[in-house]
């Protein structure tokens, strides 16, 4: 007998995969292309530093931008943008708790983030504003799933930092309502193992119905003999991202966290293991761009669900002759018409479409050209 128990609206909202951008983050991207937009990002950290030395370390990152303006770009713009850069930085918060700052500046526009993650200094002076780094202070939500299965009941649990939820719990039928005589002893067996490749497949369909939902890493726990029937009849063997063999079918969610915690506590390496299965699996399904112009070219016409990026890499481009036609730039570049960094203009596009965006450590992606994007099927 089945018994569905989703948590429909909390559940939804403990899980979502969109990217979770507060309504400053959301003006920054929504912010009309206009040359030239300044993206000044830096460590900010008034309760560490004393006013003085921040206030020299702003003022040399204004003198350096004014450097840099003067140089490209008319007189006019030029003191325009200086001049709100400088109103801005006269006015900072040095009462804030936050670890660093982001300022966006253009003709037109003018923001302000204090954010809560430690950064490098990073000045970028194009035609549109930094994104990246919003990104990167997004709050990353431990969030999987886990399985707790034995020959005849299974459990679906939702697990993140905070506690646990159970969403499903599903009983086999007892080999009492199984109209079949039973003779012997082997018949007995035989049936059992018939019922439980029945229940084992019934429970892989319900399983299914949660990861098309909720695409998160997926662990497995149970007796080493159920899980390995389950292997073998399961279609989604690559949400699976670490296996507990052992009958643990009564184990409170307490101690299911403490069971799991060796697993987790290398968060990085269970995200990216999941993240590369979905690459395999959009792969499979022709539903995978690598490298940055295929990459592009798909984000550019809306197709991007899911967008996975080296962190810090970076793509100097030039406009081919329709907008979803880019080339990588070679030097000497023309200062007026080329991109300097597509991946940051990619992220934006993939964002506004609806997609969400993974950033992943560097190399892990070096067989699909640094950049990959899962799209919609």
Known sequence: MFRGEYKSSFVRKAITMNTILTEDMND??????????????MPFEPKMSSKNRLAAALKSA?????????????????????????NITRDINYSTYKKSV???????????LYLDMMVNEKIIIDDSFEIRD???????MHNYLVLILNSSQSQVYLGNEANFIRIISDAARSMRDNPSPVA???????????LM??????????????????????FIIGPDKVLGHFKKITRHTRSIVGCVHGN????????????????????DKVKHKALLNKIEEAADQNELACGMQDVWRDATNGKGRLLLVEKDYMY????????????????PYNKFSYIKDAVDDVIEKVLQHGGDVEFVNKELLSGYDHIALIKYY
């Open 62 to 86: 204004v003198d350096k931008i004014e450097v840099e303006l003067t140089e490209n770009y008319p007189d006019e713009i030029s003191r325009l943008v200086i001049q709100k850069l400088r």
């Open 184 to 194: 012997n002893f082997t018949d007995a067996a035989a049936i059992k193992e018939v």
């Open 316 to 331: 100097i481009a030039e406009h081919g002759s329709t907008d979803e036609i880019i080339y990588k730039a070679i030097e």
């Open 102 to 112: 982001a300022i966006y500046v253009s003709p037109v526009f003018e923001k302000i």
């Open 197 to 218: 490749d029945k229940f084992m497949r019934h429970m892989d369909h319900s399983l299914g119905i949660i990861l098309n939902a909720y695409p998160l890493p997926l």
């Open 28 to 41: 920054v991207m929504g912010a009309i292309h206009y040359r030239p937009a300044v993206s000044l990002i």
């Open 248 to 267: 643990y079918e009564s184990i409170a969610p307490g101690e299911l966290k403490q069971l799991l915690q060796p697993y987790l506590a290398d968060w």
């Open 134 to 140: 919003l990104l990167y202070c997004k709050k990353q």
